[in-house]
Each structure stands twice: as structure tokens, then as C-alpha cells.
């Protein structure tokens, strides 16, 4: 069953203007070989808001995030990311529209040759964003206060604990002030406490940056602490969409046998 | 999925080359990675490419030794070991120290970006990762490599008169003298370009290996491993084509 809310506006009825979408998923499928990952999957992520892609492990999460950041290619369907459509792109053009959306990966990504600070200097300098080093280190340590770890900026990858990795690969995304944040997984393999300060790190940085957010999770106390909506992502398809509690609320099986 | 066969291998190697020279002529170039790569694989392997030439060098001296003393011929030692090193001994072993040491690093390295996903990261971050990790390292190995050897060979030579000197006296000049009157151009510049084709050939299978590595930590040790072993072959295979080569050009 496809809800009729999926990919819908969710604003409200009143008689404001509808939100701006910067990234539209319409009716994306994704396929290898026979096993069929995404199948007319559709959805709107609106300027400032989280969405959550709620799904089990292995359910296409990953594929769907991926498709948007174009590291894969859907077999059909159209993805538009801040009004163009990643398809059509050309390398330049998708590198530029890349340095307006970060993307946040599960393992962290983080270059582990190169100290926090040259990880954070890395994307500043391959986009010349930074015009001295004045300007780079003030860069830097914007984004390493913004996550809380000011005092990192000399150590390895290797010297962080896990939630401190996470941190600071949302700091290198955040140095380069995307307008769409991806992320995959934000809290999986951190321990209860940590994974609730990366939920309130990524709420305050929608609310101090304004950035959109797509949240990939089967952490329900992610969704809950994060989302401003959620989709559920079942076969495939975006099955339902609403807020947190809509879709706890709903009494069909499936709904209910995420939220159970 | 099952093994490729060595057909379908040496088809993706040569796409993997033919993307290679495509990118490499394309902006931007990535200069200050390029030179810090050439100061990984020149600089960093010298004392392993040094103290193995220099010990071959010695002991190819000093095992001839007794076989040209028996033969009268004890003045030909410097000219035989020149044009031995020179043309074969200094390239090919220079060749195997490099696919040791930097192939297998090439290929566990970029092996590690691709399954923690630092590949696809650079990716996303607007960089072109081939033209990042996989043109300045084939570039690097190709230039540094026939510099290597040449050093290399200059080591090898002076270990030589020392090995000449230890059981009998001859002069620096005398010793150069034997060994450049016999030695002609097309000696260095085969030996030189050879060590272009083996420096592309290590630093290629190298990044190939590293680059399209799967399968976790198993598939980085997979990729360090094969590199290792697919490029030490690969330069055995060139030298002997290299011979070829010389042989129908009436160089050697």
C-alpha cells in the first residue's frame, strides 16, 4: 500500500505560502540485478526541515542516499537536488552542487592519514573557500566549537572515539555551510548517551544554520529526537509519511511494527 | 561472484590505464599532491633501493672475481659489472624493491580508502578521487623510478670498485674509464626507458588493486598482496619484451 501522504507537503492548511522544496525524489527505482532496492520511491525534503527515511537494515536506505548524492545512478525516476536534476549534471556541475550538500556517512568517512584539522581544511581547499590562512583557521575552529571539539584540531582520526569521529565529520560537512545535510545512519554503533548528543548536535544545527536535513535510521530515538517528519521506507516504496506520532499512532501492522 | 579470468583482468587493467590517460591530461592538475607523492616513492624508498644496490654491487663483484682471475681476465671485471648493472642488474632490481615497497603500500592504502569509504567521501566533497589518489600516484612511481635506478646504479657501481679493490688496487678513474669505454648511449637510454614502462606498470596495478578493493579488511590485504605480485611479474614481463625490443632495433 502507498500512502496518499508520501511526497506530499506537509504543511499546514493555513493560508501561508508552501515551503520551498530543495530536494525532490520522484518515483526512483534502483535495482541490481534481480534484487529490486527502490521501486517508485517519491519524496520532498522542504528548506529547514529534518526528514527521517525510516527502514530496516538492508531495506535500501543507503541506495536512496546515495542516488541523491550521485555516487549511484536510479534505473528510472528523477532526482532534483536545489532545483537541478542530478542526472543531468556534469562532473563540474555536480561537484559544484555538491559543495551545497554535505553528507554525513555511517563509518564517518573520515580521511585517517590526514590530522581533524586537515580533514576539515580538505573540502575548504579543493573549493578555494578559504582566501588565507587567517581565514582557514577561523574556519576550522568555527566548525570544531559548532561540534563541541575545539580542542582536536591535532589529532588523528585514530586518537577519537567513536562518537568524537562522528563529530567531526559532521564538522568537515559543516565547513563547507551546505544547505542540504545527508545523513546515513548518524547513530548506529554509538552507545545510548553519545547517540542522543549527536541527535541534539544534528537539531541544533538545523536550527543555528537553517539547513535541510535527509536522516537515513532505524534508530527510533533518532527519529523521534530529529525528525519534523518521517517516511517509511517498506519494499522499496515510501509506504507512509508523517509526523513521529501519525505514524506511531497509525494502527496498520506495518506501521506499528516499527514503532512497537 | 567468481574469480575474473586473466583475459577479463587484463581487459579492466587496460581500461583502468586508458581512464588514466584521459585524466591526466584534463584540469586541475593536482601538483602538491603529486610532489608529495614523488617524495613518498623517490625519497622514502632510497635506503631500501640504495643498500640493495649497493650490496649487489659487492657480491657481483666478488663472485666474478674468481672466474675472470682464472680466465686472465681480471681487467674486464669493472666493464662486465658496468654493463651488467647498467643495463639489467640496476633497472630490474630497482623495479622489485619499488613493486615491494610501494606497490603493495599504493595498493593497501588506497584499498583501506575504498572499504571505509574515504574514496566515496572525497567523492561527494567535489574532488575527482582518480585524478587525486590514482594520477599522481602513476605518475609518481613513473618519474621516480628511472631517477631511482639511476642512483641505484651509481651506488652499485662505486660498491663495485670497492668489491675490486678489496683484493687487488685500482684507481677510481681507471675502474670508470673500463667501464664507459665499453658502455654505449642506447646502453643508458633503453635501460632508462624501460624504467618508465616498469614504474607506470607498478604504480598502475597498484592503485587498480587498491582502488576496486571489496570485501572489508580481507579484500585490503587481498589488495596489497596481489599488487605486489601482479607488478613484480609485470616488470619481468616488460624487461623481457624491453630485450625484444632491443634485440630487433640491434641495440643490445
Redesign the interface.
Known sequence: MLSETCSAPVHSAAASPPPEAVLTVVHVEKSFGDNHVLRDFSLVLHRGENVVVLGKSGSGKSVLIKCIIGLLLPDAGRITVLGQDVATLSHAALDQLRTKVGFLFQSNALYDSMTVRENLLFPLRRHWLAHSPAEEDQLVRQALEDVGLAHTAGLLPAELSGGMRKRIALARTLILRPDIILYDEPTTGLDPVTAREIDHLIREVQRKYGTSALIISHDLNCVRLTADRVALLVDGRCYAEGTYEQLRDRPDPVSHEFFA | MPHPTILASTGALTHFAGRFFREVVRPRYEVQEWLYQCYVVGYQSLPLVGSTAFIMGLVLTLRLRPTMVQFGAESWIPTMVGLTIIREMGPIITALMVAGKVSSNIGA?LG??RV???I?????????PFKYLVVTRVLATTLMLPVLTIVADAISLYASYLGVNMQGVTTLALFSHNILGRLNFSDITAAVVKTFCFGFAIGLIGCYKGYYADKGTEGVGQAANSAVVVSSLAVFILDLLAVQVCLVLGIA
Do not use: A
Open positions: 592504502e583501506s580508502m571505509t569509504e574515504q566515496d567521501s572525497m567523492e561527494v566533497s567535489g574532488t575527482n
